[in-house]
């Protein structure tokens, strides 16, 4: 709110993401908020990466720039730090192997009794919600979801990104072959050689700030209004 204020929004959004990831509901107020300032009039560029949530809010875009170096990820959420397909499969799996092998039921008790049972119910949620939003978001701006040809790649999109049996890993990078191939809406950085100069050079900025410097997040705008965090000492 704070970098949006007295903007004109009648100019679009240029919205440089660099992050790796959070709470897909936390996702889901960023994006509501610049819909109502900008509508679908926005751009998502990627220097370097866009993980978990912050791959959900690049597909709220109508394109997405990336560089032959930057990387989308599984949508994968997570809770308290693990990914909620982990949780998913464990509970699976030991349903699944005390149906075969009941004498397994004292190590399975012990291992699950570190996890409420509600976990479980909370993981499924937290991947159907990510997977509604980003159908969502990709059905209003980057495609148009009352198109039969549309739907078509927007179910292959959500499906390619709110997976892990292919993936493997929570922080598993997507390349910009990769993300063209799924069917998002790709445009290469390469391709406007100013825009590239510009965006890797404010990029470079942030990440040496961010290394050299108690900054952990930084939200600023055009004209250097900018909402910054520190970490405590």
Excluded at 191 to 202: D, G, P, T
Aim: a neutral charge; hydrophobic letters at 40%; charged letters at 20%.
């Amino acid at each position: 709110m704070n970098a949006l204020k007295d903007a004109d929004t009648s100019k679009g959004l240029d919205l440089i993401l660099h992050t790796p990831g959070g709470s897909p509901t936390a996702a889901e107020s960023i994006v509501k908020y610049l819909r109502t300032k900008f509508n679908s009039d926005i751009r998502i560029i990627v220097p370097h990466m866009a993980m978990s949530a912050g791959t959900m809010i690049a597909c709220s875009g109508k394109e997405i720039v990336m560089g032959k170096h930057s990387s989308l990820g599984p949508v994968d959420p997570q809770l308290n730090g693990i990914p909620a397909y982990d949780i998913l499969s464990m509970f699976n799996q030991a349903k699944a192997e005390l149906v075969n092998e009941p004498k397994l039921l004292t190590y399975w008790k012990l291992v699950l009794e570190r996890y409420p049972a509600p976990l479980m119910y909370r993981a499924v949620s937290a991947i159907n919600l990510s997977s509604v939003l980003v159908k969502e978001w990709l059905g209003t701006c980057m495609f148009d979801a009352s198109k039969e040809s549309d739907r078509a790649v927007i179910e292959r999109i959500a499906n390619a990104l709110n997976e892990h049996q292919d993936s493997k890993a929570h922080d598993r990078h997507f390349d910009i072959a990769k993300c063209k191939k799924i069917g998002l809406r790709i445009t290469d950085l390469e391709s406007e050689q100013a825009l590239q100069h510009a965006v890797l050079s404010l990029h470079h900025s942030y990440i040496f700030t961010l290394d050299q410097t108690a900054t952990v997040k930084i939200i600023e705008n055009q004209d250097g209004k900018a909402m910054i965090s520190l970490t405590k000492t």
